[in-house]
């Protein structure tokens, strides 16, 4: 069973809203009235995707599966204490599964006898999803190469200053070009 939702901060902030006479994005569409994604499937990779381990979660429909849970570098106190920042890679089978309707924070996982059907689509999807994938060397592992940056000019001082000097005004270059002896 799921914890009764507080809704006292989120009621004050609508008055400190109100107060300060600031208008707030009309969000009762996405919060109370469910919605059909036009993306029933997404699949999670971790930062430095490995093929031999695949997507860390699936997500169908209202539904997602985690089969590897990991801490984030963001994550120090987070509440679940298998994804704060010093927690290691954890494999789950059967993947934790969370209704992200009722359970968006994904606090309490459902229990997987009474998901089979839905644990199994997944796994389905994982798998096509998996024959689908080209793998390829990580980008982020290459470093960095100048000559393929955004600025083009190789050799300009100081960077990124450098680039830019077009979207300047006369003056602005000229005070730039005043420092060319850094």
């Not at 999803?129 to 190789?154: A, H, T």
Request: glycine share 4%; proline share 8%; with cysteine.
């Amino acid at each position: 069973p799921l914890p009764p939702l507080d809704t006292k901060l989120h009621s004050s902030f609508a008055t400190i809203a109100t107060v300060h006479r600031t208008l707030l994005p009309q969000l009762l569409v996405l919060l109370f009235i469910s919605l059909q994604s036009n993306r029933e499937f997404f699949a999670y990779l971790p930062e430095y995707a490995d093929e031999m381990v695949g997507p860390y979660a699936i997500r169908w429909r209202n539904f997602k599966g985690h089969y590897y849970t990991a801490g984030g570098s963001c994550s120090t106190s987070y509440h679940d204490e298998a994804c704060r920042s010093n927690a290691t890679v954890t494999k789950h089978f059967p993947p934790l599964l969370y209704n992200l309707h009722t359970d968006p924070q994904e606090l309490y996982p459902l229990d997987p006898e009474n998901y089979r059907d839905v644990i199994d689509t997944i796994s389905d999807l994982k798998d096509a999803f998996l024959l689908d994938l080209d793998w390829s060397e990580s980008q982020l592992l290459m470093g960095k190469d100048r000559s393929i940056q955004p600025c083009g000019n190789q050799d300009c001082y100081p960077f990124p200053y450098c680039c830019r000097t077009n979207l300047l005004s006369p003056r602005q270059q000229q005070y730039q070009s005043s420092f060319s002896w850094l």
